[in-house]
């Protein structure tokens, strides 16, 4: 991945067969699958890929348990085939993960065991394991953390875990690999028309300023929440699409939930689920589903829901928690799709919905990690329809994403950068280059050089945040690696004192969103 390749091809190509708005999970995911069939393809993303929603899951790949107590069994079955795909295509990005739902009745016992029962066997041939019962002490030596409290027992079921960041770039760099151009810091301001039918887009470089045309037969609309501004451009009164929903998560230490094993809590205040999830040597705690009217790359967390989480938290678990404790939040709107006569986002579809717009605009909402890449399939599908474009078969059913061969250790570090964690290694047997950003964490000068000169980081929250996730996992502690960091990046990008200021800076302001004060 290198931006100036980009920029220069860009604007040597005369003639595009699809565009893509928007480089999150939906966007990256279509970008693979046109370039994979054979499509000329670019991708154009305002700020860093998955900038926005797409870094701020759960980190988890999964079916949707509460769907099936919905009963949308079609969601439940497409996500859980599509959970196996990506854990098979992209498996050092992946993995299986233990989840124990406690229960405190027989009741509960019977209620519950019989819809998980249902959720492995809708998985069928994609299963990752055996749902069990467990007794109460089966169900506290799983969850160490657990409160015994009332506890009865508990039901042992399967799911997948992922990093959402790392699997976003990997996607950026398989798609390149297959002759998409990709481009970050770049946007569209304007279309170019001919009678009411798109044949253009002017783009904006926001790191020089240049503005530039480019021609296309096709143009995919994948902006997740910020679909509408994107249809503003096409006409000025397109409808709403979404209704965007919060979701807050909350880091703690793993010593308030020791253990490998997710805790999912079936009942909360508001009807949802909660999960406390291990994750890279922490636990993400969430998530809500809060509605909102303001749409912003980097939402707040509103006290009511950091106060939800902590209590429901707290009454499960052997070990509270209080706001000190927390040593990272972080907030992301959900693009759900807006259903008539409904008004709680909680009961909206997480399915996708496509709106074919007059001009040929093809624009998709909705959905979640797990189905990006059916998303995918079914966007580029629509925008060669309405192009009037040859239909070309989809490959990313069995496509690998990534850099990586079997087997894998996970137990190395660097795993997870694939067969190119040997470029990495090597850098660190040089004089420096093995040094540490931070004394606490893993995270080497070597991997920063390599997100600058491999991955697209343009700044430093581009590497703290997004390819390594210090950021998300330890607030303060990236603010304390920022300078380190900013040095070594203006080291490779030739930038000077005052890029390095304002870098450290501006980093900070955001960073700062991520703690609780």
Same mark, same amino acid.
């Given at each position: 991945?290198?931006?100036?390749?980009?920029?220069?091809?860009?604007?040597?190509?005369?003639?595009?067969?699809?565009?893509?708005?928007?480089?999150?999970?939906?966007? !990256?995911?279509?970008?693979?699958?046109?370039?994979?069939?054979?499509?000329?393809?670019?991708?154009?993303?305002?700020?860093?890929?998955?900038?926005?929603?797409?870094?701020?899951?759960?980190?988890?790949?999964?079916?949707?348990?509460?769907?099936?107590?919905?009963?949308?069994?079609?969601?439940?079955?497409?996500?859980?085939?599509?959970?196996?795909?990506?854990?098979?295509?992209?498996?050092?990005?992946?993995?299986?993960?233990?989840?124990?739902?406690?229960?405190?009745?027989?009741?509960?016992?019977?209620?519950?065991?019989?819809?998980?029962?249902?959720?492995?066997? !809708?998985?069928?041939?994609?299963?990752?394991?055996?749902?069990?019962?467990?007794?109460?002490?089966?169900?506290?030596?799983?969850?160490?953390?657990?409160?015994?409290?009332?506890?009865?027992?508990?039901?042992?079921?399967?799911?997948?875990?992922?990093?959402?960041?790392?699997?976003?770039?990997?996607?950026?760099?398989?798609?390149?690999?297959?002759?998409?151009?990709?481009?970050?810091?770049?946007?569209?301001?304007?279309?170019?028309?001919?009678?009411?039918?798109?044949?253009?887009?002017?783009?904006?470089?926001? !790191?020089?300023?240049?503005?530039?045309?480019?021609?296309?037969?096709?143009?995919?609309?994948?902006?997740?929440?910020?679909?509408?501004?994107?249809?503003?451009?096409?006409?000025?009164?397109?409808?709403?699409?979404?209704?965007?929903?919060?979701?807050?998560?909350?880091?703690?230490?793993?010593?308030?939930?020791?253990?490998?094993?997710?805790?999912?809590?079936?009942?909360?205040?508001?009807?949802?689920?909660?999960?406390?999830?291990?994750?890279?040597?922490?636990?993400?705690?969430?998530?809500?589903?809060?509605?909102?009217?303001?749409?912003?790359?980097?939402?707040?967390?509103?006290?009511?829901?950091?106060?939800?989480?902590?209590?429901?938290?707290?009454?499960?678990?052997?070990?509270?928690?209080?706001?000190?404790?927390?040593?990272?939040?972080?907030?992301?709107?959900?693009?759900?799709?807006?259903?008539?006569?409904?008004?709680?986002?909680?009961?909206?579809?997480?399915?996708?919905?496509?709106?074919?717009?007059?001009?040929?605009?093809?624009?998709?909402?909705?959905?979640?990690?797990?189905?990006?890449?059916?998303?995918?399939?079914?966007?580029?599908?629509?925008?060669?329809?309405?192009?009037?474009?040859?239909? !070309?078969?989809?490959?990313?059913?069995?496509?690998?994403?990534?850099?990586?061969?079997?087997?894998?250790?996970?137990?190395?570090?660097?795993?997870?950068?694939?067969?190119?964690?040997?470029?990495?290694?090597?850098?660190?047997?040089?004089?420096?280059?093995?040094?540490?950003?931070?004394?606490?964490?893993?995270?080497?000068?070597?991997?920063?050089?390599?997100?600058?000169?491999?991955?697209?980081?343009?700044?430093?929250?581009?590497?703290?945040?997004?390819?390594?996730?210090?950021?998300?996992?330890?607030?303060?502690?990236?603010?304390?690696?920022?300078?380190?960091?900013?040095?070594?990046?203006?080291?490779?990008?030739?930038?000077?004192?005052?890029?390095?200021?304002?870098?450290?800076?501006?980093?900070?302001?955001?960073?700062?969103?991520?703690?609780?004060?």
């Amino acid at each position: 991945m290198n931006r100036q390749e980009s920029l220069n091809t860009i604007q040597s190509t005369k003639q595009w067969d699809i565009l893509i708005i928007g480089g999150g999970a939906t966007g !990256l995911g279509t970008a693979l699958d046109a370039a994979s069939r054979g499509y000329k393809t670019l991708l154009v993303e305002k700020n860093d890929f998955g900038k926005g929603t797409s870094s701020k899951a759960t980190k988890l790949v999964h079916g949707g348990v509460r769907y099936l107590a919905q009963g949308n069994i079609k969601l439940v079955m497409e996500a859980l085939k599509e959970r196996g795909r990506l854990l098979r295509n992209a498996p050092h990005l992946t993995s299986r993960l233990s989840f124990v739902l406690p229960v405190y009745s027989i009741w509960d016992y019977f209620y519950y065991g019989i819809g998980l029962l249902l959720y492995d066997l !809708l998985s069928a041939n994609w299963s990752l394991g055996t749902t069990r019962v467990l007794s109460k002490k089966g169900a506290l030596k799983a969850l160490p953390g657990l409160s015994s409290k009332g506890l009865v027992g508990g039901v042992r079921f399967y799911d997948g875990q992922f990093d959402d960041t790392r699997l976003a770039v990997d996607l950026a760099k398989t798609a390149i690999t297959h002759g998409a151009t990709i481009i970050n810091y770049c946007s569209v301001h304007a279309f170019e028309k001919s009678g009411e039918q798109i044949v253009g887009a002017w783009l904006t470089d926001h !790191l020089s300023g240049n503005q530039f045309l480019v021609n296309i037969n096709s143009c995919i609309n994948a902006t997740g929440v910020f679909a509408e501004t994107v249809m503003q451009l096409d006409e000025p009164n397109p409808g709403i699409a979404v209704s965007p929903s919060q979701g807050i998560h909350l880091v703690v230490d793993s010593h308030f939930f020791p253990g490998n094993q997710a805790l999912i809590i079936p009942k909360t205040d508001d009807g949802r689920v909660l999960f406390a999830v291990p994750w890279q040597g922490k636990v993400i705690l969430g998530t809500t589903d809060t509605p909102v009217n303001t749409i912003t790359t980097e939402p707040q967390p509103m006290e009511a829901e950091i106060d939800f989480v902590i209590s429901h938290f707290n009454r499960y678990c052997s070990k509270s928690i209080t706001r000190a404790d927390v040593l990272s939040v972080f907030a992301g709107l959900r693009p759900l799709v807006k259903s008539k006569g409904q008004t709680h986002t909680s009961l909206l579809s997480r399915d996708h919905s496509i709106i074919i717009h007059k001009s040929g605009l093809v624009s998709i909402v909705g959905g979640k990690w797990t189905t990006y890449r059916k998303m995918a399939q079914d966007a580029v599908d629509n925008a060669v329809f309405v192009a009037g474009g040859k239909k !070309l078969a989809c490959k990313t059913k069995q496509l690998p994403i990534g850099n990586w061969q079997k087997p894998l250790d996970k137990t190395v570090r660097l795993f997870e950068y694939g067969n190119d964690a040997a470029v990495i290694r090597s850098w660190m047997q040089q004089p420096n280059w093995a040094e540490l950003i931070h004394p606490n964490y893993a995270y080497t000068k070597a991997e920063i050089r390599w997100h600058v000169e491999a991955e697209m980081a343009m700044t430093v929250e581009d590497v703290l945040a997004r390819r390594i996730r210090l950021l998300f996992l330890d607030a303060k502690a990236a603010m304390e690696a920022a300078p380190i960091v900013a040095a070594l990046m203006a080291e490779l990008l030739q930038k000077d004192q005052h890029w390095q200021e304002t870098q450290v800076n501006s980093f900070r302001v955001v960073a700062q969103q991520y703690l609780l004060s």
